[in-house]
């Protein structure tokens, strides 16, 4: 059974009249864990699209680079998209939602927010009120500012990224440190250990990227240390 079916059951599911919100509370335990964290994605992507004004085709097409959408399956999709749109809960609502269905978790919703990100950037350009959005659903989640500016640095492309926010650390940070949250990172970042906490299998394929990033980071300021110490 694929994701998207087991979606369209999770909103057939809905009462008449209930908000999409309702789903998060009622997919708090794994297996299903994966559907609620796919519709999260799709919900505040939908809200965040009303942070720019507009939904573009490079972010629609940036959502599929995450979850893959065959054609059967679109309607789902575009059903809780929709139901986002439409629904007069505010994204603050859906991200306290999802914040508890994840409890205190911290993996899951960063996942969650790197999705967003890879959302955000896609058009080329990075709105202010996308930052605003994004910067408050974090609040919200419990993700640390270190965390947040990493995953900023990563995404957004306004210049080349700082290897030190990449890791979440500074260059005062002492070495040992640095490398031990970097084989961190690279251990949080394996396709088993995503999908042990609920990242659905659509989406692991974002820990490419990340771990492209991190070990780029981590080549940088290995680097800089050994001509400091040269």
Not at 41 to 52: G, Q, T
Not at 165 to 190: K, N
Request: aromatic residues 8%; hydrophobic residues 45%.
């Amino acid at each position: 059974m694929s994701i998207w079916t087991r979606i369209s059951e999770a909103l057939s599911a809905l009462a008449k009249g209930e908000g999409l919100g309702a789903v998060f509370d009622r997919l708090r335990q794994p297996p299903e864990r994966s559907v609620a964290f796919t519709i999260a994605v799709i919900a505040l992507s939908a809200k965040m699209a009303k942070a720019d004004g507009q939904v573009t085709r490079n972010e629609v097409a940036a959502f599929r680079e995450v979850f893959y959408i065959a054609p059967e399956d679109e309607k789902a999709a575009a059903r809780v998209f929709n139901l986002a749109r439409q629904d007069v809960a505010g994204f603050e609502e859906y991200a306290r939602r999802i914040r508890r269905m994840f409890d205190e978790a911290s993996g899951p919703v960063c996942d969650l927010m790197e999705g967003l990100f890879h959302i955000a950037v896609a058009d080329g350009h990075y709105h202010p009120g996308e930052d605003q959005f994004l910067e408050r659903v974090a609040e919200i989640f419990g993700v640390p500012q270190p965390d947040f500016r990493a995953l900023r640095a990563r995404f957004v492309p306004d210049a080349a990224p700082d290897p030190y926010a990449v890791l979440g650390v500074t260059p005062d940070t002492p070495m040992p440190e640095i490398r031990r949250h970097w084989r961190q990172l690279v251990r949080d970042s394996h396709p088993d250990v995503m999908q042990a906490r609920g990242v659905p299998e659509e989406a692991v394929k974002l820990s490419e990227k990340r771990l492209i990033d991190i070990n780029r980071a981590w080549s940088e300021i290995s680097a800089r240390e050994e001509r400091q110490e040269a």
